[in-house]
């Protein structure tokens, strides 16, 4: 069984963890990208895809207009807006993955440096903003007549402004929001009977004038309680009691880790046919600590280098480090349906923000987790054409690929006379393992249950494959898709199911039993791309409902 992690660091280098097998012979090659649109019309600074195969993509609205119009001559009016009253342009789309197409939607108030999740319902739910946004959750529905789905704004619906926020699906469906901007503290969605609660450790780690602990990492773990890292430290929070646990040790080099320092995290994939699952949580890149100082006096700083694994079930849990080839800061570390890490890389040089990166890095990275340590466990792939910087986004989609886009280093949009231009573009990275040369040993889904129960439920699909070895090199997973913005996928989580049984019923066609997840806690209600694995190649993904 193996397992890959996607991180996304800029746009340079992809990151895949491999995790129970040797490294498949097909991760020697270097993955192959494509250009899917020159502009878009916005920078993609959040992104998430939808159980329907659309993307949400948006920006912010106080920075001018967009190269998009908005249909049928609709404007924008917003009299608190800080730039344009009156906009006629998008500041959000929606991307269709089947028929490479877009159409823009409409957002009210402003939604800069926001964070989002789904409902386990489908829907989309984007928290707080800037402006007469921090306070307002907009959400998105998919419906089945696509041209009128559209954004509905809830004003002041959140207790407290959010701004650089992070969420979290809990087990009973709820959305849990930590930090933001001086915001100590987290509250629920829906809003539950205690409202606001402070968490005294979002204080202490923030670095006075620097911060470096916005857009905190959390995960939901198998025990129901919340990891959290912020800076260079992190927690364990029972959310339900407001109480702190346990605290883990700091991360080794007291580099921070989080906004502006901007590194990027992932929960490493969750194994069902473990006897005792063992979450583990891996931190890679950011900034030393007064590189953002110094990048404001035009010193860019090398980035950090290193990468580290924490087991936080374990007594006595310990950070493991290791070095990437390259430093990189504002990277996102993406799940992959072959339970890699894709770790797309941004600059190698300075920090997040305004003008404060540098050295743009364009070759995505292959990690592989279960080799021994002494062996090299990193593989560079092809590098994109394009220089990722900051403000851009990348996600997993249903058929393995990787959705990159947007790249804004500057207030405004800006083309021209710059160092690194506004990148409106959107292009996608192909893994190894779409290569056309595996695809005898593809699976491909025939059908499947629509739904799939907790508690070690049966779930059945069918499957085709040209060339069937043995049911040892099956596996089957599920993939939460991600809320991605700024260095950190929200939300993202992979879990290996157990297989309960293969049956041959025609020729190159079989049925394949599933136990569903065991419970809410390894994988929180709501749609997820299920996929077949065989001989360390992937299907497509299929969608089903959980819970």
Known sequence: MIKFLLFSLSFSHVFSIVASQALPSYLGRNGEWQLLHESVGISAMHMQLLHNNKVIIFDRTDFGPSNLSLPNGICRVDSSDTMLQTDCTAHSILYDIVTNGFRPLMIQTDTWRSSGAVLP?????????YNDGDRNIQSFTPCSDDEYCNWIEFPQSLIQRRWYASNQVLPDGRIIIVGGRQQFNYEFYPSSWNGVIFLDFLMETNDQGLENNLYPFLYLLPDGNLFIFANTRSILLDYNQNMVLKEFPKIPGDDPRNYPSSGSSVLLPLDENDAIIEPEIMVCGGAPRDSFIQAMQG??????????????????????????????????????LFHNVNNFCRPE????????????????IIYRPSDDVSNWRFSVMSPSPRPRMHHSSAILLTDGRILVSGSNPHVYYNFTNVEYPTD??????????????????????????????????????????????????????????????????????MVLLKIAGVTDIAPSTYNLVVAGPSRAEIAPPGYYMLFVVHAHVPSYGRWVKIG
């Not at 190894?432 to 499947?448: G, N």
């Open 121 to 129: 319902n489908g829907t989309l739910v984007q928290t707080g903003g």
């Open 299 to 336: 010193n860019f700083i090398r980035a950090i280098s290193t990468c580290g694994r924490l087991k936080v079930s374990v007594p006595n849990p310990s950070w493991t480090m290791e070095d990437m080839p390259m430093a990189r800061v504002m990277g996102d570390m993406i799940l992959l």
């Open 349 to 364: 040089l300075g920090t997040a923000g305004w003008e404060l990166g540098r050295g743009p890095v364009t070759r995505p």
């Open 424 to 493: 409106l573009s959107m292009e996608s990275f192909s893994p190894p393992y779409l290569s056309p040369e595996y695809d005898p040993i593809r699976p491909r889904i025939l059908s499947a249950d629509e739904k799939m129960g907790y508690g070690g439920k049966l779930f059945w699909l069918s499957f085709q494959v040209q060339a069937y070895l043995t049911a040892n090199v099956l596996s089957v997973t599920i993939v939460a898709p991600s809320f991605a913005t700024h260095s950190f996928s929200m939300n993202q989580r």
